[in-house]
T-cell receptor, first 113, second 113 residues
Framework: GESVGLHLPTLSVQEGDNSIINCAYS??????FIWYKQESGKGPQFIID?????DKRQGQRVTVLLNKTVKHLSLQIAATQPGDSAVYFCAENMETSYDKVIFGPGTSLSVIP | DVKVTQSSRYLVKRTGEKVFLECVQDMDHENMFWYRQDPGLGLRLIYF???????EKGDIPEGYSVSREKKERFSLILESASTNQTSMYLC????????????FGEGSWLTVV
């Protein structure tokens, strides 16, 4: 399933399916991007990052895709598991400005067993 | 693993009280941050610090102050707590140069009554 992560939508996927979470970032000068996972009642946890000189990066069961032309970032989770249920949000940053990190509002992922 | 520890997970304080939120990181990070997170508003930067005894205002510093006397410790102070400061407070840290991952603590839930 897919979602556009601008107004904290909810994405429901069946366990074992792949999930795609999208993020439209705002600043064309941003050159560093991070995906975070936040479980209920906990702090955000780093998942994966990507710099602007790349368009794809893979981790364990996760892939981040960056399309600078349309300022779009996506997070793909393979074989989604119940433990993946959380809010996912993207963050954008410029390498010249460590305090000017912009966080997206997030997408709530719900995994159906 | 990066460890950002917030000493208080849940606090209930009365209006007008002085509140201290403490944060310690163990990765020798130069930068430390305080954010608050509210439903529908996402993460908002209150203050950040890029070195001992240095501090910079974020987007919503009113009603807050900070202290950084040691590199590993960053405190958020609510001089006179008000009900509109009821929120989840997140401490974070990152390496000194820009374009680095921000790592978060588990959060402190503050209720002001």
């Amino acid at each position: 399933g897919e979602s556009v992560g601008l107004h904290l939508p909810t994405l429901s996927v069946q366990e074992g399916d792949n999930s795609i979470i999208n993020c439209a970032y705002s600043n064309s000068a941003s050159d560093y991007f991070i995906w975070y996972k936040q479980e209920s009642g906990k702090g955000p946890q780093f998942i994966i990052d990507i710099r602007s000189n790349m368009d794809k990066r893979q981790g364990q069961r996760v892939t981040v895709l960056l399309n600078k032309t349309v300022k779009h970032l996506s997070l793909q989770i393979a074989a989604t598991q119940p433990g993946d249920s959380a809010v996912y949000f993207c963050a954008e940053n410029m390498e010249t400005s460590y305090d000017k990190v912009i966080f997206g509002p997030g997408t709530s992922l719900s995994v159906i067993p | 693993d990066v460890k950002v520890t917030q000493s208080s997970r849940y606090l209930v304080k009365r209006t007008g009280e002085k509140v201290f939120l403490e944060c310690v990181q163990d990765m020798d990070h130069e930068n430390m941050f305080w954010y608050r997170q509210d439903p529908g508003l996402g993460l908002r930067l209150i203050y950040f610090s890029y070195d001992v005894k240095m501090k910079e205002k974020g987007d919503i510093p009113e009603g807050y102050s900070v202290s950084r006397e040691k590199k590993e410790r960053f405190s958020l102070i609510l001089e006179s707590a008000s009900t509109n400061q009821t929120s989840m407070y997140l401490c974070a840290s990152s390496l000194g140069y820009a374009g680095n991952t921000i790592y978060f603590g588990e959060g402190s839930w503050l209720t002001v009554v």
